[in-house]
């Protein structure tokens, strides 16, 4: 063969022509085939014990995560820790969201059998990751919320846009730089460690996990309990005379101030001087906040329903306290969990509204819109996670209450009630039909604007591992907080046809 007389001939040239040089010619050639042979076999071998859905290639790969337009570079996963990768993405303010994929890759199934090996796939698999980020709308988010909150404010500001129907997730920004603050410090060895308050920080401040489980989110939790008692039978028009303090079956410490008559919870309205007491709806409570309307109505259906319907929504419990108190034998007396005192996040309070304006069903936060390995082949089981969570006719109410409080109107007509509510303007602002809330605790601001087609939820808190406690938030901050998510809303919803929520049937509105 050509080959063969090509390899003799460079051996003889470097052996001799001789016949001692020929023989060790022969010898060199025959281990030269031999080796070959081998390696062919080795090769082979190695190729066959490949584990299913590893890369075809020979050697390790790096994988990289696109933003939806599919040509956008946030991050290539080399050798070292992925978390670490997201430190150096090109824009910083996509660390949040690289960070969210990581944690979302290491619960994946078709990437291995544990964390660990999940993770080193993400880093020498070579896959390709078409991530759910709309750059666009990041970018508009992004400055959106460093003008309202700046990223040298002690409080931080996080917000999530997330698609209903998909669960995907179209934005994740704060007034952060992602990136690694000072090692936290301690005044003395009986002291609490404290983390300072500074521009850089790298917990998951929009998704939370165990460690950063959120803040208080307020009224937007009323929703839950409003939800709760539609699916026990109530309608809209469910009425309830209001005193502006409400003597709750409650108990609490007798030395509370909240508590009165012996250890009885009493909330009190505040807000607008004409809805502390009245004849009130679910429609006009749930528009301007009502406090003793809400306690009294969650006293109705059972707390522990509320506290379910928020979980079957898209609220995760993820404080020790709150896993406690949200235990079915523990949550019927958990009296203030429909005033929203509860952890949670952005993108938990996107999602569950997000659940509503999908006509209740509920899909787990997606970050990825598709991801295909080495050899280009779709990875299996990534796709939507979606169930129906509450009955279509259920969820239509629950979101046609939720027009009251951004200035929409009810598809009943004028069943809001009259008066300023404080996200009166994101109707307008948003140019589309909207559903939500706002709310404002002694420490936090909350708002959450959902369309059929997108959810948007802001929070203002503050930092996590800080001692800002109880520090009010400056005044005109909660105005810019509403502008600030009415106008990401307003901007992911620009490109899409304008579509109205569907209105639900009259039998779940108003009562024969």
Known sequence: MAGESTTESIIESRHGSGPGGRRAALAAAVVVVVAAVVGIVLWRSSGDAAEPGASASPGPRPSELYATDGTTLIARFGTDDPRDTCLRVPVNDWGYYCDYVVTWWQAQDAFGTGPAQRLDRLRHGGYRITGSLDARLQAGAKQRVDQAVPVSDPKVFSLATIEPGTGLVRAMAVNRNFRRPPSPSSAGPDQPVRRPAGPDLVDPLVAGD???PGDEAGAPFMMFTLAAALESGLTLDHAIDTQRVYE??????????????????????????????????????????????????QERIGAD??????????????????????????????????L???????????????????????????????????????????????????????ARAAIDAGRCPLGDLSAFGDRCGAGAVPAATVRDAVGRPVSGQSGS??????????????????????????????????????????????GVERDGLAPLPSRDFTA?????????
């Not at 604007?449 to 203002?460: H, K």
């Not at 639900?504 to 024969?512: D, F, G, K, N």
């Open 504 to 512: 639900p049937p009259r039998e779940v509105a108003i009562a024969p």
């Open 210 to 212: 165990a460690d950063t």
């Open 305 to 338: 329903k509320a506290v379910a319907m928020a979980g079957r929504l898209g609220i995760a419990f993820r404080s020790q306290a709150d896993q406690h108190l949200s235990e079915p034998q523990v949550s019927a007396q958990w009296g203030a969990f429909t």
């Open 248 to 297: 709750s079956k409650y108990v609490i410490d007798p030395q509370s101030p909240a508590a009165c008559h012996g250890g009885h919870w009493c909330p009190a309205n505040t807000g607008d001087p004409a809805y502390l007491s009245g004849r009130r709806t679910m429609w006009d409570a749930f528009g301007h906040a009502v406090v003793t309307y809400f306690v009294a109505l």
């Open 441 to 486: 605790t002694r420490r936090t601001f909350s708002v959450v604007v959902a369309a059929p087609q997108l959810a948007t939820a802001g929070m203002i808190a503050p930092a996590p591992g800080t001692n800002s406690g109880e520090v009010q938030i400056a005044a005109g901050v909660p105005a810019a907080a509403v502008g600030t998510v009415a």
């Open 340 to 394: 929203g005192v509860s952890s949670t996040t952005a993108l938990d309070l996107a999602n569950a509204y997000a659940t509503l304006a999908a006509d209740g069903t509920r899909c787990d936060p997606l970050p990825v819109a598709g991801v295909t390995d080495a050899a280009g082949r779709p990875a299996p089981g990534i796709a939507p996670h979606c169930e129906p969570v509450l009955r279509p006719e259920l």
